[in-house]
């Protein structure tokens, strides 16, 4: 069975460096939250505030998405590789999608915001402000609320608020990639090395 599975891996068309299959899924990632953004901010802030907000917390702290995909890419690759990979090489795998990934999306994010919808930012502090009015929150709280939000978005596109935010991103989705390196990690036998 090992054998037949040797055979139709390396029968396969695709390529079978790292870096092209780590590319291949970092870019579908990167299109698919780029897709999931839109929707956010389209629908679901529109719909709800409260809702989008613990839709982008929850999807933020547990990259459910992009999991899956860190997980397809270490698979694929390690398929390639005969059915064994090694940790480091599972976790480069998964290291460079993440890195495409994050570039498309905090790329996207920064055209979205200054260019397909200007407005996106505004909206999004009226239904905070909505929210709260409606949960009829006092003004002194309000008033602190919406200065957090404000300082929150001023200077977002900034060169150091960037980094911090795309470094965040890098080594959140990296924990969750040397996780999924671990689980998919397979050291041959010592009879078959």
């Known amino acids: 069975m090992n054998q037949n599975f040797e055979i139709n891996a390396h029968e396969s068309t695709e390529p079978v460096s790292k870096s092209a299959i780590a590319i291949r899924y970092g870019l579908m990632t990167g299109f698919v939250l780029m897709f999931i953004t839109t929707i956010g901010f389209l629908y679901l802030l529109k719909y709800s505030f409260i809702v989008f907000s613990i839709v982008s917390f929850i999807s933020y702290i547990v990259p459910v998405i992009p999991v899956i995909f860190y997980y397809l890419a270490a698979k694929r690759q390690q398929a390639l590789l005969g059915g064994f990979i090694s940790l480091k090489d599972a976790f480069q795998v998964v290291f460079i999608s993440i890195l495409i990934a994050v570039a498309i999306f905090t790329i996207y994010g920064l055209i979205y915001n200054k260019y397909i919808d200007p ?8 239904a905070a402000l909505t929210f709260f009015e409606e949960m009829k929150m006092p003004q002194e709280q309000l008033d602190a609320q919406m200065k957090n939000i ?12 960037l980094s911090y935010s795309v470094s965040q991103s890098i080594i959140l989705h990296s924990i969750f990639g040397f996780i999924v390196a671990l689980i998919v990690s397979r050291k041959k036998p010592a009879a078959q090395q």
């Open 119 to 126: 407005e996106n930012t505004t909206r999004m502090k009226e």
């Open 150 to 161: 404000e300082e929150q978005t001023k200077d977002s596109t900034s060169f150091s608020k």
